[in-house]
């Protein structure tokens, strides 16, 4: 089955810098990758996806690139806000039911 | 429009016990996934329920079930509870099966004594 890693599993930075979280995955039939942001006591919140025929795609100050050759993709969120500290969660699926989540990357944003 | 719920919030049970957790879809979804999420973990996936028949399952045992509703709302029954089966417990809604977003509730946090 797929199988995707996530990395780095914690990240701090200060607040206005950018901040990058990377995911790779194992089944080249996956097409649809979305990021999702869990906060505290919250379930997960769908913030960006990306499908296989797009390599890239923008949202404010969130974008996510895929590169299907090498089975990776990147969130990328610039001058980060305090109110983005949360953990990040990168996610692969082929088009059946399923959703393969990563292990999550704690992002931890200082004013 | 109205989100994905869940009740319980929290729920605590004793091993070997039963436990049913319900979500009700986002207005508009006829589709239903269930995930388990251990601390410090990703969302793991358990099954999913479309037009009231399982249309996927993961890697969970059969005590793990579930069922779906004419509405489209949703339970997730599991037997003989285990210390293991402590966890969140997601629901999530999309419009059909597939690669759709899928959009989750809070979820219920199951402790197992």
């Known amino acids: 089955g797929e199988n995707v890693e996530q990395h780095p599993s914690t990240l701090s930075v200060q607040e206005g810098d950018s901040a990058v979280i990377k995911c790779t995955y194992s089944d080249s039939a996956s097409n649809y990758f979305p990021w999702y942001k869990q906060e505290l006591g919250k379930g997960p919140q769908l913030i960006i996806d990306?499908?296989?025929?797009?390599g890239e795609k923008k949202d404010q100050r969130i974008a996510v690139t895929l590169n299907k050759t090498a089975k990776h993709f990147s969130l990328h969120i610039t001058e980060t806000q305090p109110e983005d500290s949360a953990v990040y969660f990168c996610a692969a699926s082929t088009g059946d039911s399923t959703l393969t989540f990563g292990k999550g990357t704690m992002l931890l944003v200082s004013p | 429009e109205t989100g994905v719920t869940q009740s319980p919030t929290h729920l605590i049970k004793t091993r070997g016990q039963q436990v049913t957790l319900r979500c009700s879809s986002q207005?508009?979804?006829?589709?239903v996934s269930w995930y388990q999420q251990a601390l410090g973990q990703g969302p793991q996936f358990i099954f999913q329920y479309y037009r009231e028949e399982e249309n996927g399952r993961g890697n969970f045992p059969p005590r793990f079930s579930g069922l779906q509703f004419p509405n489209y709302s949703s339970e997730l029954n599991v037997n003989a509870l285990e210390l293991d089966d402590s966890a969140l417990y997601l629901c999530a809604s999309s419009q059909v099966p597939g690669d759709y977003e899928q959009y989750f509730g809070p979820g219920t946090r199951l402790t197992v004594t």
């Open positions: 207005s508009g979804h006829n589709t």
């Open positions: 990306i499908r296989s025929n797009v």
